[in-house]
Nanobody, 119 residues
Framework: QVQLVESGGGLVQPGGSLRLSCDVRVSIFSINTMRWYRQAPGKERERVAAIYSGGSTMYVGSVKGRFAISKDNATVYLQMNSLEPEDTAVYYC???????????????WGKGTLVTVSS
């Protein structure tokens, strides 16, 4: 059973930083794409960052220069700096990966971690 478990959310003041982690809990797998989404109250879910198998990354314009996605072994991170109140949302880890013994890629979602940016 594949599980994505996010951690690192919490309350932070504007201008502060948080580092979100997403642990991919499966014994054998091959990652195609790892992404971070967020959903604020009353708003649609938004993709904020992605890292692809070739190492390339993407960011939504509103977080460029402030957020950085990275991966280390079976964990993907989202470093968030210079946080703004508009960044307040539930952040979700999303993965497209191939878990053994499957030969095709599947999409998985974590349950989310809440980030609140407020003074």
């Amino acid at each position: 059973q594949v599980q994505l478990v996010e951690s690192g959310g919490g309350l932070v003041q504007p201008g502060g930083s948080l580092r979100l982690s997403c642990d991919v809990r499966v014994s054998i797998f091959s990652i195609n794409t790892m992404r971070w989404y967020r959903q604020a109250p009353g708003k649609e879910r938004e993709r904020v960052a992605a890292i692809y198998s070739g190492g390339s990354t993407m960011y939504v314009g509103s977080v460029k220069g402030r957020f950085a996605i990275s991966k280390d072994n079976a964990t993907v991170y989202l470093q968030m700096n210079s946080l703004e109140p508009e960044d307040t949302a539930v952040y979700y880890c999303n993965a497209i990966l191939t878990p053994w013994p499957s030969s095709v890629a599947w999409e998985y979602w974590g349950k989310g971690t809440l980030v609140t940016v407020s003074s």
